[in-house]
């Protein structure tokens, strides 16, 4: 079950790279395991998925250590300060780094570990006030601020997009937070790269690869319904 719905994203992800002229080799498949047992991590992993999504520190904290050594978990979650600390040891890329303030705790909480930590910039680009994220026109200050973070580095940012039916809606949302990526990477700051884009679900996946998607995150279209 779960070896033939990734065996048909992976299809639709190269469909989708081949649209936009792309090489499916630019874009990662996360497979968001958030809810699902064990088994079925092991049962992707066996299928091949190096790549987890996790939304809840204490899940992370269940499974990355009984997954293989290989298995890389993503933080893609809202990640609350007093959980840091344990997300540092399992989590390789925290997706969802909405504040500032958040990101101080994690530069403090990696000094300490003397760890260097990933982290992705998460946007509000469609401004739902039900989301966490930056405001887009937050974001050029909020990259300057957290730059100077030794221990923290910036490589690229996130979105969660609205749900929506026809996932023709959210195009403008990607194209605005490439646009966004590609403006920053032209201000050349230090400790800051701008490679990652995290944008698209099981909904979307196909429209966020053709306007620029570097990390897929895609629960339901592997996993089943939650
Ligand atoms: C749950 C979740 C996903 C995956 O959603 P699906 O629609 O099941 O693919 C992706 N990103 C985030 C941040 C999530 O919380």
Redesign the pocket.
């Known amino acids: 079950m779960i070896e033939t719905n990734l065996l048909q994203v992976q299809k639709r992800i190269q469909e989708a790279c081949r649209r936009a002229g792309r090489n499916p080799a630019e874009v990662t498949l996360i497979a ?1 395991s ?1 809810t699902q047992p064990l088994s079925k991590l092991m049962e992707a992993y066996e299928a091949g998925v190096r790549d987890f ?1 996790e ?1 809840k520190v204490q899940e992370i904290l269940a499974k990355a250590p009984a997954m293989p050594e290989d298995a890389r978990f993503h933080m ?2 809202h990640l609350q300060r007093n959980k840091v600390r344990p997300t540092l040891k399992h989590a390789g890329l925290i997706h ?1 780094v909405d504040s500032v303030r958040l990101a101080e705790q994690i530069q403090a909480d990696a000094k300490r570990g003397q760890l260097c930590v990933d982290i992705l910039l998460e946007v509000n680009v469609a401004g739902e006030e039900s989301k966490y994220g930056f405001a887009p026109d937050e974001i050029p200050d909020a990259v300057q601020q957290i730059s100077r973070f030794p221990n923290t580095r910036i490589c690229g940012l996130m979105t ?1 997009a609205p749900f929506v039916e026809n996932s023709e809606e959210n195009r403008p949302i990607f194209r605005n937070l490439q646009q966004l990526s590609v403006d920053i990477k032209g201000k050349n700051i230090d400790n800051v790269s701008m490679g990652v884009l995290s944008m698209g ?3 979307d996946f196909e429209v966020a690869i053709e306007e620029g998607a570097t990390m897929i ?5 592997i996993f089943g319904t ?1």
């Open positions: 968001v958030k999504g939304n893609i979650g969802a969660i679900m099981t909904g995150r895609v629960g339901t279209g939650r």
